[in-house]
């Protein structure tokens, strides 16, 4: 079972940045890859961005430009860099790894 903590949520007005991080504390095996995924309120679970074991990135449509996923394997941590936010970017925001999710963190973005 792997625990992941994600942090860096939070409210910012329209064009502003957070910086979400995603910690798994003890768990330094790098067979899986990570993902971010976001649930808006009474909407359906959405994926948001991946980082696959390799270090290779993919973004949907709505996030590519504005939104940058990295990771630090000595960390154990994964990274989401959200630039010029819009408020339909707001959501519940997940990690997910080796079949395991995080709690989340909020993140609201007003105009």
């Known amino acids: 079972q792997v625990q992941l903590v994600e942090s860096g949520g939070g409210s910012v007005q329209a064009g502003g940045s957070l910086r979400l991080s995603c910690t798994a504390p003890?768990?330094?095996?790098?067979?899986?890859?990570m993902a971010w995924y976001r649930q808006a309120a009474g909407k359906q679970r959405e994926w948001v961005s991946s980082?696959?074991?390799?270090?290779?990135?993919t973004y949907t449509d709505s996030v590519k430009g504005r939104f940058t996923i990295s990771k630090d394997k000595a960390k154990d941590t994964v990274y989401l860099q959200m630039n010029n936010l819009k408020p339909e970017d707001t959501a519940m925001y997940s990690c997910?790894?080796?079949?395991?999710w995080g709690r989340g963190t909020q993140v609201t973005v007003s105009s």
């Open positions: 997910y790894t080796c079949r395991s």
């Open positions: 980082i696959s074991t390799y270090g290779s990135t």
């Open positions: 003890g768990f330094t095996s790098d067979k899986c890859g």
